[in-house]
Nanobody, 125 residues
Framework: QVLLVESGGGLVQAGGSLRLSCAAS????????MAWFRQAPGKEREFVAG????????SYKDSVRGRFTISRDNAKNTLYLQMNSLKPEDTAVYHC??????????????????WGQGTQVTVSS
């Protein structure tokens, strides 16, 4: 069991940056592959970025690769998403998710057993 709480969302102009955090509590953090997903109004939840248990392997949605960086600090039980060069199409509610059954994260929401409540990111043009 793990509890996830996101923070760091907000309103930013296009081209700006935000850093999201996801604080975890419960089962040891380094036993979960972690990921960030996002969901815009009227759209399905989509994979944004994922990171392995150790942090040594990462993966990204094509449209954010080179702009977003996922990282984790297992000593602080915290997941991060650094978002640079933000675009209006990045506007969504961002959720962190934990998968206790895998070392390497997948892109499928159904494989993640634990989710945070989400944090709103709004990018104005």
């Amino acid at each position: 069991q793990v509890l996830l709480v996101e923070s760091g969302g907000g309103l930013v102009q296009a081209g700006g940056s935000l850093r999201l955090s996801c604080a975890a509590s419960g089962r040891p953090f380094n036993t979960y592959a972690m990921a960030w997903f996002r969901q815009a109004p009227g759209k399905e939840r989509e994979f944004v970025a994922g990171i392995s248990r150790s942090g040594g392997s990462t993966s990204y949605k094509d449209s954010v690769r080179g702009r977003f960086t996922i990282s984790r600090d297992n000593a602080k039980n915290t997941l991060y998403l650094q978002m640079n060069s933000l675009k209006p199409e990045d506007t969504a509610v961002y959720h962190c998710a934990a998968d206790g059954g895998r070392t390497i994260p997948t892109t499928l929401p159904r494989t993640y057993g634990y989710w945070g409540q989400g944090t709103q990111v709004t990018v104005s043009s």
